[in-house]
């Protein structure tokens, strides 16, 4: 709700969809690309995923996490500009590869796994609760496009999807 207040004040409003973004700023309406995870990897300068990497692993071990700010400066120091979206990213990549790098709201930083017990409690606290949420959210819209827009309609007519609903 703030969101849409501050929406409101400033004028700029932003829907996604797929990957492409309506912006409206001052009542005039702007289609621009959506920039996506590959879309930012693809930014990087060569060297940031690996280097991403090797920085994190020399912090093993949730005690020894390393913040987004230090984990930046430490990129800057290796001559990379980067921002948090782009470390994300590059810690993405990462974890896509299966290098165990962790991270935790808590803890505020990241850090390379220092056994199968943190990567298992990072996995049922952090992505499992992200997969589910996913799954549910396909489930729902599947079994609503299946009820207002079957497969077998060929004429082109649909129901409305709010119809007798008093909307």
Same mark, same amino acid.
């Given at each position: 709700?703030?969101?849409?207040?501050?929406?409101?004040?400033? $004028?700029? %409003?932003?829907?996604?969809?797929? +990957?492409? !973004? /309506?912006?409206?700023?001052?009542?005039?309406?702007? +289609?621009? #690309?959506?920039?996506?995870?590959? *879309? =930012?990897?693809?930014?990087?300068? $060569?060297?940031?995923?690996?280097?991403?990497?090797?920085? =994190?692993?020399?912090?093993? &071990? !949730?005690? +020894?996490?390393?913040?987004?700010?230090?984990?930046?400066?430490?990129?800057?120091?290796?001559?990379?500009?980067? *921002?948090?979206?782009?470390?994300?990213?590059? %810690?993405?990549?990462?974890?896509?590869? &299966? =290098?165990? /790098?962790? @991270? @935790?709201? $808590?803890? #505020?930083?990241?850090?390379?796994?220092?056994?199968? !017990?943190?990567? *298992?409690?990072?996995?049922?606290?952090? /992505?499992?609760?992200?997969?589910? *949420?996913?799954?549910?959210?396909?489930?729902?819209?599947?079994?609503?496009?299946? !009820?207002?827009?079957?497969?077998?309609?060929? +004429?082109?007519?649909?129901?409305? /999807?709010?119809? &007798?609903? &008093?909307?």
């Amino acid at each position: 709700m703030q969101g849409e207040v501050q929406n409101q004040i400033t $004028g700029y %409003v932003t829907m996604s969809h797929y +990957n492409r !973004k /309506l912006t409206v700023r001052n009542g005039e309406f702007h +289609n621009e #690309k959506r920039v996506t995870r590959l *879309d =930012i990897l693809a930014s990087l300068e $060569g060297g940031v995923v690996r280097t991403t990497g090797r920085i =994190i692993e020399l912090h093993r &071990g !949730k005690e +020894n996490a390393i913040s987004k700010p230090k984990l930046k400066n430490a990129l800057s120091k290796h001559g990379f500009k980067v *921002d948090e979206r782009q470390i994300r990213a590059a %810690v993405h990549e990462l974890r896509q590869q &299966g =290098i165990p /790098l962790i @991270s @935790s709201s $808590g803890a #505020k930083g990241y850090w390379f796994a220092e056994s199968r !017990k943190e990567v *298992d409690e990072f996995i049922a606290r952090e /992505l499992r609760p992200r997969a589910v *949420d996913l799954f549910t959210s396909i489930r729902a819209l599947e079994s609503t496009a299946e !009820k207002h827009f079957p497969r077998e309609r060929l +004429n082109g007519s649909q129901p409305m /999807l709010f119809e &007798g609903v &008093g909307i």
